[in-house]
């Protein structure tokens, strides 16, 4: 059985460090609380993905200059994950800040594709994947990407490569 990779690594994904990103990334700092962990003080797994979804909601807002909560409200656009999956390098803890760049795989069709580096220090602790598809909330079936999220993921994803 093949692993899947993600962008830039092999089967066996090495955590990257901050000088191993794209220059123009976008991130955010978070900061991880007691409510988010086990007793061990260590973050539970899918706490993860709450803080990566909250990621690329503001990342919508403040970096691509769309409203995240308009395309899903009013325009009743869907913007929903196809596949999600994280590698984990190391652990994180109650107290812990970490810092999320979010990088721009692939833009098709009707779907995209995001890599979320979560930065503890200047090690990657975890890395997360996101495959997301365009849909219409009336009917539940997929739709082109609207131009406007388009443009601004491939603007971006250009930029971050300069």
């Known amino acids: 059985m093949t692993i ?3 962008k830039g690594t092999a089967a066996s994904p090495t955590p990257l460090t901050r000088s191993g990103l794209q220059p123009g990334l976008w991130s955010t ?3 991880f609380r007691h409510g988010q962990c086990d007793p061990a003080g260590i973050v539970y797994t899918p706490k993860f993905f709450d803080v990566f979804n909250q990621t690329v909601e503001k990342w919508f807002c403040e970096r691509l200059g769309v409203d995240y909560y308009e395309v899903l409200g ?5 913007l929903g994950y ?3 999956s994280a590698t984990f390098f190391i652990p994180c803890m109650m107290g812990d800040e970490i810092e999320v760049f979010v990088d721009v795989d692939r833009v098709g069709t009707k779907s995209y594709t995001l890599v979320l580096h979560a930065f503890k220090g200047d090690g990657e602790a975890l890395r997360g994947q996101f495959v997301t598809v365009t849909t219409s909330l009336a009917t539940h079936q997929s739709i082109p ?3 406007d999220i388009r443009k601004a993921l491939v603007v971006y994803s250009e930029t971050a490569r300069r």
């Open 74 to 78: 009013p325009r009743r656009i869907g």
């Open 4 to 6: 899947p990779s993600v």
């Open 29 to 31: 700092r978070v900061v």
């Open 145 to 147: 990407i609207p131009e």
């Open 82 to 84: 196809a596949a999600a």
